[in-house]
């Protein structure tokens, strides 16, 4: 369509180094004869153009250059606040309208605008849920103020700390973003190509997506071989579901008690679902690959399609093998132990210390800051291929989600053992003291395991 703009279906559309590897792997999906949405890529160079236009280069290279952390602090704010708040240049503005206009013709279009930054979704640096996504949208203004967010979401403070501990700098590279329809989903989920069994797994909830990439139910999780066979439907607990409709935006929807607890998904759907993720794996990522998906009326559309990181499973010690313990769905890589530090809001994050074992209810992706510092983590919503889980998985931390009543079950200060393969969520009961002044009372020691 323009220099600026192009087809999903278009030869040229699968270049990662100008639309990013989302937008990229996207396109290659269609072009493999996945079915996906269509709509059109945005290329990096728009984003540059507006950078150019807003005079904000000079501020771009001092971010991580800049010596002092309060005004490197004040120059993001800068690129935030001029890429969300200024005008699009009008030689770039014209040809992202131009294909919005064409995206909506169809009557009843919803739109979509997604992130996909030339670094993320590669194999190490998969930046799940760090930048942005506007779904639903309606008229124009809507879309330019998604563009203009998703191109500022670069600079944010939590993208921001993510690149600098992948040795990134903001100022070398870009955001690309996806022009797309919105999927009028009954049921959508994500899918684990290979798991440290050499089985597949799928994720799925009523609704759009959106419920599991932020940690906010508890999805299904389909077992299958990588021959097809389904091995196992857990029900999940699905007890809201996410929608888009016109004039009311995204909203959250109560689930009939009826279908908290029905699985999503059949065997047949989970078969054909299979089959897609495993030629994902084949033809786009070229290894073991993690998916988004949903499926409407008329049936499935991918997503998105990220490089999956696997890691081997561990043997417990001995000392774990009677001790209670709380299954759930593996989220994370490998085994690790350390101080329950039980947290039920996230104002109370600051009590997390190096090695903890983070207990929490959420598992958004607001706490991807916590995980270069935690022992492991264990939440009571969330599934394997939340925005979180991508991120824990890169990390090589172990976390398990959707584990009922675990901030309750498991003490504040016990000590924890976490098998992020296996999904299972071990403790030590807290052993009781008697008080000197009252030998008939106990208390329950906690000790310091900082």
Known sequence: MSEYVVRLDSAEAVNAERFGPKAANQ???????????????????????????????????????????????????EMRIGLHDEPIAPEVQEPLLAAWRELMAPEGTLGVVRSSALVEDRDGSSFAGQFESFLGLE?????????????????????????????????????????QPLVKAT?????????????????????????????EVVPDRIRLTRD?????????????????????????????????????LNEAQAIELGRMLLKAETDIVCGPAEIEWAMDEVGFKMLQARPLHVAEPHVADDVWADRPRL????????????????????????????GDILVTQVAGPALSQILTKVGGVVAELGGSTSHLASLARERGVPMVLGVLDATTRIPDGAMV??????????????????????????????????
């Open 228 to 264: 097809f066979e389904v091995l196992e439907i857990v029900p999940g607990r699905k007890e809201h579901a996410d929608t888009c409709v016109h004039q009311h935006g995204s909203t959250a929807r109560a689930v009939a008690k009826a279908m908290v607890l029905e699985p999503c």
């Open 417 to 450: 053992a976490v098998d992020g393969v296996a999904g299972v969520v071990r403790w030590m009961p807290l052993a009781p003291v008697m008080e000197p002044s009252n030998p008939a009372m106990t208390v329950p020691i906690r000790p310091d395991w900082r």
């Open 27 to 77: 396109a290659a999906l269609g072009q493999a004869g996945l079915p996906i949405t269509g709509g059109f890529c945005i290329d990096a160079a728009a984003y540059r153009a507006q950078v150019r236009a807003l005079g904000l280069e000079d501020v771009a290279r001092r971010v991580f250059t800049e010596g002092d952390p309060i005004t490197a602090r004040k120059l993001a704010l």
């Open 139 to 179: 008229t124009e203004t809507e879309f330019l103020t998604a563009v203009r967010a998703c191109w500022g979401a670069l600079w944010a403070p939590r993208a921001l700390r993510y690149m600098a501990t992948h040795d990134l700098d903001p100022a070398d590279t870009a955001m690309g973003l996806t022009l």
């Open 327 to 354: 299954n759930g769905h593996p989220a994370g890589l490998g085994w690790g132990t350390g101080r329950a530090c039980v947290v039920n809001c996230e104002c109370e994050l600051s009590r997390v210390s190096p």
């Open 187 to 215: 049921v959508s989920g994500g899918g684990l190509s290979r798991t440290a069994e050499g089985e597949m797994v799928l994720s799925a909830t009523w609704g759009l997506g959106s419920a599991i990439a932020q940690g």
